[in-house]
Nanobody, 128 residues
Framework: QVQLVESGGGSVQAGGFLRLSCTASRNTYGTFCMGWFRQAPGKGREGVAFISTTGSATKYSDSVKGRFTLSQDNARNTRNTLYLQMSSLKPEDSAMYYC??????????????????WGQGTQVTVSS
């Protein structure tokens, strides 16, 4: 099991940037694939960025590709924080952002049902 806590959300103007953090209760290296999802009011939960257990592979949705970047702690033995650097933000990026974890065996899945562990979310609001 793993507990996840997101932070870093806030309100920014269009074109601005934010960095979200997801802190896990344990080292995720080699054990969990990680993902960021978002959900706007009245819409379904959308997967936006995913990283493999070792961090060697990432995948982004078309809606954020080139603007959002995933990163993790460099040290393998203390890898428990996942970051989502968001730049060139648009009003349509406004949503509650959730971190999720999928234990091995796992893939860079955009299907929210593949992820059994979720954080409580952090709100991102982008104004025009």
């Amino acid at each position: 099991q793993v507990q996840l806590v997101e932070s870093g959300g806030g309100s920014v103007q269009a074109g601005g940037f934010l960095r979200l953090s997801c802190t896990a209760s344990r080292n995720t290296y080699g054990t969990f694939c990680m993902g960021w999802f978002r959900q706007a009011p009245g819409k379904g939960r959308e997967g936006v960025a995913f990283i493999s257990t070792t961090g060697s592979a990432t995948k982004y949705s078309d809606s954020v590709k080139g603007r959002f970047t995933l990163s993790q702690d460099n040290a393998r033995n203390t890898r428990n924080t996942l970051y989502l650097q968001m730049s060139s933000l648009k009003p349509e990026d406004s949503a509650m952002y959730y971190c999720a974890a999928d234990p091995v065996p796992c893939s860079l899945s955009a299907d929210k049902d593949e992820y059994p562990y979720w954080g409580q979310g952090t709100q991102v609001t982008v104004s025009s």
